[in-house]
T-cell receptor, first 111, second 113 residues
Framework: DAKTTQPNSMESNEEEPVHLPCNHS???????IHWYRQLPSQGPEYVIH???SNVNNRMASLAIAEDRKSSTLILHRATLRDAAVYYC????????????FGQGTRLTINP | NAGVTQTPKFQVLKTGQSMTLQCAQD?????MYWYRQDPGMGLRLIYY???????DKGEVPNGYNVSRLNKREFSLRLESAAPSQTSVYFC????????????FGQGTRLTVV
């Protein structure tokens, strides 16, 4: 079961941090956690991925719980351009053909 | 830097017509993918090509064929379009089949009437 659970929607304000949660309680030890986002009328865009340790890149940070049953995508300072649907995806192996996109979290950013 | 380019951007077909969706990438990637996205839904994998000369079925391959023409191009063909194939189609590429970072095109919005 490759299911993850995310809130359907979240709202935040511009220039504030955003924490997007993802639950993957049935995760196995070799599953990776990936985050993609999809801006309106565009294709998905890779954000970040990780296995066990917290990860940082220029777009965001990924915090993975010690038991790996949940993770949080952190946008440190939201802009209007960050309004998108965010997908949390787990795969047992790396490779885009293993990505299963659920319905994601629709993030609204208020000016 | 164009990335992944899909043509056409929009298309309306009559039931039973055929058409080919084109996709090209300029990043020298080995792996390419076709997804469809129905309204309000996530993406579903139709076919993928791990490397030039190979193709494999994804989650929803029925009604579609693909051709990996060369390293740059990966086309998706609908032989006899059906209303159930009305969707937005996305092409993507990645460095290899083991690479998680995929780059997506802007999509082709297809309506079958």
């Amino acid at each position: 079961d490759a299911k993850t659970t995310q809130p359907n929607s979240m709202e935040s304000n511009e220039e504030e941090p955003v924490h997007l949660p993802c639950n993957h309680s049935t995760i196995s030890g070799t599953d990776y956690i990936h985050w993609y986002r999809q801006l309106p009328s565009q294709g998905p865009e890779y954000v970040i991925h990780g296995l066990t340790s917290n990860v940082n890149n220029r777009m965001a940070s990924l915090a993975i719980a010690e038991d790996r049953k949940s993770s949080t995508l952190i946008l440190h300072r939201a802009t209007l351009r960050d309004a998108a649907v965010y997908y949390c995806i787990r795969t047992w192996i790396q490779g885009a053909q293993k990505l299963v996109f659920g319905q994601g979290t629709r993030l609204t950013i208020n000016p | 830097n164009a990335g992944v380019t899909q043509t056409p951007k929009f298309q309306v077909l009559k039931t039973g017509q055929s058409m080919t969706l084109q996709c090209a990438q300029d990043m020298n990637h080995n792996s390419m993918y076709w997804y469809r996205q129905d309204p309000g839904m996530g993406l579903r994998l139709i076919y993928y090509s791990a490397s030039e000369g190979t193709t494999d079925k994804g989650e929803v391959p029925n009604g579609y064929n693909v051709s990996r023409l060369n390293k740059r191009e990966f086309s998706l063909r609908l032989e006899s379009a059906a209303p159930s194939q009305t969707s937005v189609y996305f092409c993507a590429s990645s460095e290899s089949e083991l690479n998680t970072e995929a780059f997506f095109g802007q999509g082709t919005r297809l309506t079958v009437v």
